[in-house]
C-alpha cells in the first residue's frame, strides 16, 4: 500500500495526487503512440521534442481538469475532511477519475489507429452520432470486457493509493493553502487558455511527431471550438477582382463574385469525346473509404479486387484521381456541389445549404431524375437534409424493405442490398420512360467491416482486406444485374472513391492518402483506355453535366475531362484546416493564421520535400479556396434563374 513519508507532500491534497497520476497516463500514452508508429517515421531525436511539448500541452489541460477539485478542496471545511462520508466520496471520485483516465486513453488508441491523429474534428462528429459511432465500437470490439478490465484496473489502482488519500485528508488545510488553491483553479486554466494553443503542435516538420506532441482532450476541445473557420480571418486573401481574374485564365465559367450581377459565361469549349454517343442516364457510385492502392488496377497484388479490375480494362480508367478530403461528407461535398473544400465544416453539414448548384438541382431542372441511395441512415452527417433540400430523391435505410436486407451492422445495410433497392427504384423510374442520375453511397468498407457469410473467400469480419473484397462482389453482382435492364446500354456508370482509406504520413496532406480509384464504364458508349492527368473529385460534376449534353457546367469550380484545350492538371487536398492545392508537381498549403507552406512533389512516389513558394501557384490557390468559402458565405452557390430552368 502507498504510503505519505511528509507532511509536505501530504499538504498537496489530492488535486497534485490526481495531477500526477493524469500527467503520468499522459506520457505513457504518447511513448506508447510513438512504440506504434514504424521505424523512421518519428526519428529517436524527435523524441525529446515530442516529450517536452507534450509537456507543455498536457500541463494546460491539467489546468482545467484539476480546477473542480482545487476549488472543492478550498471551500471543504476541516471539520469534514475526516468524516466518512467524505472518505468515501474520495475515494469513489478518485476511482471514476482514474476510470475516466483508463477509458480516454483507450479511445485515444482506437482512434489513432485508425487516424493517425490526435482527437480532432471526426471526433467531434462522432459525438454527435452517438447511435452509430458506439454501434460501431461495440460491433468491432468486445465492449463489456473491456469496461469491466478498466473498471478492475481502476480499483486496483485506487485500493493501492488509499493510504495517501486518507493520510491527506487527516492535515489540515490553512487560510494560505486555501487561497493557493482557489488561485490554482481560476489562475491556472486562465493562464493556459490564453497561453497554450494547439497551432503550438507544429515546429517539428514531422505530421506524426506534432500530432503526438498534443494532448487528445485539448484537441478535442479546441475541434469543436474551430469546427468552422472563416477564410478571410484564418487565410491569406487577396482582392477578389484579381481572384476572378485568375479563375477565368484556369477556364472556370462561373459568374465573376466581385460582381455578381454579371451572367454566367457560357461554356464553349469544343470536346474529345471517348464516347461513341452520350449517355442517357448515369449511375455515380461513391464508394467508402477505398483508396487505389486497393486495386489492382492500381498495382496491388493481393487480388482483393478482381471485378473492379475488369471493369477498369474495359471502361476508362483515371490514373491519377484525387479525393478532396478524409471523410464522408467532403467526397459527397465535391461530387454533389463542385467545389473546393472550404475549411472547417463541410457544406453537406452547414446551415443554409439547400438549393444550391448541385447536380441534382442541374440535371433535376432539365428532364432527370436524381437520386441519392444510401444503406445507412441519412440523419447522419445531415445527408438527407442535403440531398433531399438539393432536388434529389433521398432513399435511404429507413425505406427499404426489412425482408430484403440479408445483412446489416450499425453503419448500413449490406452493399448488396443496398444495390438492389437502387435497381428496384430506378426499374420504377424507367417505367415513366425519364433518364436518371443516380448516386449511390455505400457502407460496408467501413469499420466493423462485417458483410454477409458466402461472398468471398474472406470470412467475415475481414478487417479492411475482406471488406474491400466484398464491396467488390457487390459492385460486381451490381453491374451483371443491371446489365439486364433495359436502360444499361445507354448508362454511364461511374465508380470513385469518396475518400482513402487512410491518409496518415510525415506530412499535413500526405497525398498518397488522398488517390482513389475512378473508373467510368459504359460498354456501349464508351472506348476502353486510361486517362493520363491529374483528376479532382470536383471535375466530375461538369463532366457529367456536359457529357449528358445539358447546361451549367459553368456552375461548377470543377472543368470538364475532356474538353480540347490542354488538361488543368490540379487537385485539391485537405483535412479541414490545412488547404493543399497541387500542380505542377508542387504542392502548396494554404493554413490558419495567413501562413503557407510548399513542397516538391515527387511524381512517382508522391513523396514531398520542402521548398519555396511559387507566388503563381499561391496565387491560384488562394483565389481557389477564398472564391469557394465566399460564395457559400454571400448565397453565391445558391443555384441561379437560368433560362433552361424557366
Known amino acids: 500500500m502507498f504510503s505519505v513519508p511528509t507532511n509536505a507532500f501530504r499538504s498537496m491534497g489530492v488535486p497534485w495526487l490526481i495531477a500526477i497520476i493524469w500527467l503520468t497516463a499522459f506520457t505513457c500514452l504518447r511513448i506508447g503512440l510513438l512504440i506504434t508508429l514504424d521505424a523512421g517515421q518519428v526519428g529517436i531525436d524527435l523524441w525529446p521534442y515530442v516529450l517536452a511539448k507534450g509537456l507543455l500541452f498536457d500541463l494546460a489541460t491539467l489546468a482545467f481538469l484539476v480546477a473542480p477539485v482545487c476549488l472543492y478542496e478550498a471551500v471543504l471545511p476541516n471539520r469534514w475532511r475526516t468524516s466518512f462520508w467524505h472518505k468515501t466520496l474520495r475515494l469513489k471520485w478518485l476511482w471514476f477519475s482514474v476510470f475516466v483516465m483508463l477509458f480516454g486513453i483507450g479511445a485515444e488508441v482506437t482512434f489513432w489507429l485508425e487516424f493517425s491523429t490526435r482527437f480532432n474534428f471526426i471526433a467531434v462528429d462522432y459525438l454527435l452520432y452517438t447511435q452509430e459511432v458506439i454501434g460501431n465500437i461495440r460491433q468491432s470490439y468486445p465492449v463489456p470486457t473491456v469496461l469491466a478490465a478498466i473498471a478492475v484496473v481502476a480499483g486496483l489502482i485506487v485500493w493501492f ?56 482532450l485539448f484537441t478535442l476541445a479546441a475541434a469543436m471550438r ?118 472547417g465544416q463541410a457544406i453537406v453539414r452547414r446551415p443554409q445549404n439547400e438549393h444550391l448548384a448541385t447536380l441534382g438541382e442541374v440535371l433535376g431542372s432539365q428532364g432527370l431524375k436524381p437520386y441519392f441511395f444510401y444503406g445507412g441512415y441519412g440523419y447522419f452527417d445531415n445527408m438527407n437534409a442535403y440531398f433531399g433540400g438539393n432536388g434529389y430523391k433521398v432513399i435511404d435505410r429507413t425505406d427499404m424493405d426489412k425482408r430484403t436486407i440479408v445483412f446489416e451492422n450499425v ?22 420512360s425519364s433518364p436518371f442520375f443516380a448516386h449511390i453511397m455505400t457502407t460496408s468498407n467501413h469499420r466493423p467491416y462485417t458483410y454477409p457469410a458466402g461472398r468471398i473467400d474472406i470470412p467475415s469480419p475481414g478487417g479492411r482486406v475482406g471488406a474491400v473484397k466484398y464491396t467488390d462482389f457487390a459492385i460486381g453482382d451490381f453491374i ?113 493564421r495567413q501562413r503557407v507552406e510548399s513542397y516538391r512533389v515527387d511524381p512517382r512516389t508522391l513523396e514531398t520535400t520542402p521548398k519555396a513558394v511559387d507566388p503563381v501557384l499561391l496565387n491560384e490557390a488562394i483565389a481557389y479556396y477564398q472564391t469557394a468559402s465566399r460564395s457559400f458565405k454571400l448565397g453565391a452557390l445558391k443555384l441561379p434563374n437560368c433560362p433552361h430552368q424557366q
Request: hydrophobic letters at 40%; aromatic letters at 8%; a positive charge.
Open 161 to 216: 493509493l488509499r493510504g495517501a488519500v486518507r493520510n491527506m485528508d487527516n492535515v489540515k488545510i490553512t487560510r494560505i493553502q486555501r487561497a493557493k488553491l482557489v488561485a490554482a483553479g481560476v489562475v491556472l486554466p486562465v493562464i493556459a487558455g490564453f497561453t497554450v494553443s494547439v497551432d503550438q503542435m507544429e515546429g517539428a516538420g514531422n505530421a506524426y511527431a506534432e500530432e503526438i506532441s498534443g494532448n487528445g
Open 226 to 343: 474551430r469546427n468552422e473557420l472563416d477564410f478571410d480571418r484564418f487565410y491569406r486573401t487577396m482582392p477578389q477582382s484579381e481572384a476572378d481574374r485568375i479563375l477565368r485564365t484556369m477556364g472556370m465559367q462561373r459568374r465573376p463574385l466581385s460582381d455578381l450581377s454579371a451572367q454566367a459565361l457560357k461554356g464553349a469549349a469544343n470536346h474529345a469525346w471517348p464516347f461513341t454517343r452520350r449517355p442517357r442516364n448515369v449511375v455515380l457510385i461513391s464508394v467508402e473509404s477505398l483508396s487505389a492502392s486497393f486495386l489492382g488496377a492500381y498495382g496491388d497484388s493481393r487480388g482483393l479486387t478482381p471485378r473492379l479490375d475488369a471493369i477498369a480494362k474495359q471502361g476508362l480508367l483515371f490514373s491519377h484521381a484525387y479525393a478532396t478530403g478524409t471523410r464522408t461528407v467532403r467526397g459527397l461535398e465535391a461530387l454533389s456541389l463542385g467545389t473546393p473544400p472550404v475549411p
Open 411 to 432: 453503419w448500413g445495410v449490406a452493399d448488396e442490398v443496398l444495390f438492389s433497392q437502387a435497381l428496384s427504384t430506378l426499374d420504377e423510374g424507367r417505367a415513366q
Open 480 to 592: 451483371d444485374r443491371a446489365r439486364a435492364q433495359p436502360w444499361f446500354k445507354d448508362t454511364l456508370f461511374i465508380i470513385v472513391a469518396d475518400h482513402g482509406a487512410s491518409v496518415a504520413g510525415k506530412t499535413k496532406l500526405p497525398l498518397d492518402g488522398y488517390r482513389i480509384p475512378l473508373i467510368f464504364f459504359a460498354p456501349d458508349l464508351l472506348k476502353p483506355g486510361v486517362y493520363e492527368p491529374l483528376v479532382s473529385q470536383l471535375d466530375l460534376a461538369p463532366t457529367i453535366v456536359e457529357l449528358l449534353g445539358k447546361k451549367g457546367a459553368d456552375y461548377f469550380f470543377g472543368r470538364c475531362l475532356f474538353e480540347e484545350e490542354e488538361p488543368l492538371r490540379r487537385v485539391f487536398v485537405s483535412n479541414y484546416q490545412s488547404l493543399g492545392y497541387l500542380r505542377s508537381n508542387t504542392l502548396t498549403v494554404l493554413l490558419p
